[in-house]
């Protein structure tokens, strides 16, 4: 990860000296760095074939991206966003380190690069050298790194919340003590876990994941401690190890912490505070090491007051609290979060679409998103399938989004109401969708990133009958 700041850093510096998008790939085509625009313009994957015949070729400048027959195959075939590309293969002694370009959007700068086309090979050369002496300091490059740190994208933002929280993971990386993450449903709590793991001392073991909301009641105990031979009928004749076993050495997330059952909350806070398990049936007590990160989308204040749940548990939960924005609270992260999900829906819809009007990202961010990052994701999946231009457009977007009700009003007293009613139609959706069974419920609550339980107590707050 470090790697990768580096690079993108001199990227960055680069590009505002030189007044031109950057963008470093390696040679699988997938991008190492670039500059922010590059990112919405083009993604983060090239058409490979095309580049792998620049290879021996230094520099070459593309005076007509997307028109020439060695584009025949890439998804932006006569319609390149590029005005102009200047392209260099990373060969060193005869190793390939990918290639790195200088591309121009505006034909204010295509010219610019024209008529200083030696200065900017000189600058390129210079960069090209500085890219491939950071990548030879390591043993190899593996992209997963990068995908990694691109997936933050879809958490953080430039929003003075997201920098807060980013800061706060940056200082906690050499802990190990419990985070409790808050937010509303949809805001990205399992990633943030996930990330928060990947950068922590622990990151080398395992990070398991239980929805404590999925489990029945009956077998929580065992699932989380694991069970004997013999423990109960039916139960494995070699026993089983539960979630704190699994997740030893490394990172235990507990989702939904909230719906833990009073009954197995005290035994939890036993295993936090002493860090002994031991499996249901057994004798034997056994010494793990597990970095706990609990979420919830429910107020502990409200769960407290009604005891339901524990004081002292929250206690030692919360000793890393760290309180997710909705994403109305973030609106100036829409649309890096809408080319972020363009990137990341491409293989499921098979629409490669980078771009979008001014109008279609106007009527997205005047949306105030009750169902946060799920929603939206859910959205620009919708407007790729339907989408049948180059760009997304306002056709695009499905019914209720448009519906003039479910925009943001200015007028406060009406907000509260707005989001009742947005919330309600993304639960009618969700069950029209998938069927107004119990099976379909519980597909529609897992969707919604809630559990059974709580959808049954919405569909009665917001009088939704099936």
């Known amino acids: 990860m470090l790697l990768l700041n580096s690079i993108s850093k001199v990227i960055q510096a680069f590009s505002k000296l030189l007044h ?123 992209v997963k790194d990068y995908m990694d740190l691109a997936n933050t994208n879809y958490i953080f933002g430039k929003s003075k919340s997201h920098t807060q929280i980013h800061n706060l993971i940056k200082s906690i990386r050499n802990s190990t003590s419990s985070v409790l993450i808050t937010g509303e449903t949809g805001t990205g709590k399992s990633l943030l876990a996930q990330y928060i793991h990947k950068g922590s001392l622990v990151s080398k073991g395992p990070f398991v994941e239980l929805n404590c909301a999925a489990i029945p009641e009956s077998l929580f105990e065992s699932e989380l401690f694991g069970y004997e031979d013999g423990a109960f009928t039916n139960a494995r004749r070699q026993g089983k190890p539960g979630y704190f076993e699994l997740a030893d050495n490394g990172t235990l997330f507990l989702d939904e912490i909230a719906d833990l059952p009073m009954s197995l909350q005290p035994k939890l806070l036993k ?23 609990a979420a919830t989308n429910q107020s502990f204040d409200e769960l407290i007051a009604g005891k339901l749940f524990r004081p002292d548990l929250f206690y030692r939960l919360n000793v890393i609290p760290i309180m997710v924005p909705p994403l109305r609270e973030r609106m100036e992260d829409i649309e890096l979060l809408v080319v972020n999900f363009l990137e990341k829906l491409r293989d499921r819809t098979g629409k490669y679409i980078n771009s979008f009007t001014d109008e279609y990202i106007d009527l997205v961010t005047s949306y105030h998103w009750p169902g946060n990052l799920r929603e939206l994701e859910n959205v620009i999946e919708y407007s790729l399938n339907i989408e049948t231009g180059q760009r997304l457009t306002k056709n695009s977007l499905p019914h209720y989004l448009l519906n003039k009700q479910q925009l943001l009003q200015d007028s406060k007293p009406l907000l509260e109401p707005s989001l009742a009613e947005a919330e309600r139609e993304v639960i009618i959706q969700k069950l029209s969708h998938y069927g107004s069974s119990y099976n379909g419920k519980q597909k529609a609550a897992k969707d919604l990133g809630i559990s059974i339980r709580t959808l049954y107590r919405k569909m009665e707050k917001l009088k939704i009958h099936s």
């Open 20 to 142: 031109v998008d950057i963008a470093c790939f390696n040679p699988e085509g997938k991008l190492i760095a670039a500059t922010e625009e590059y990112v919405r313009r083009k993604g983060k994957k090239v058409y490979v074939p095309f580049f792998n015949t620049l290879y021996g070729h230094h520099i070459t400048f593309l005076h007509q991206p997307g028109k020439m027959k060695t584009c025949d195959g890439c998804h932006f075939i006569n319609n390149c966003p590029s005005k102009i590309e200047l392209v260099q293969d990373m060969i060193i002694n005869g190793k390939k380190y990918g290639y790195l370009t200088f591309v121009s959007f505006s034909e204010e700068n295509e010219k610019k690069l024209i008529e200083n086309k030696e200065f900017y090979i000189e600058w390129l050369s210079r960069l090209k050298e500085i890219i491939i002496s950071i990548l030879r300091d390591t043993d190899g490059f593996k």
């Open 271 to 293: 295993v936090l505070q002493d860090g002994i398990i031991r499996r249901v049936g057994g004798t034997t007590a056994k010494k793990v090491k597990v970095r706990v990160i």
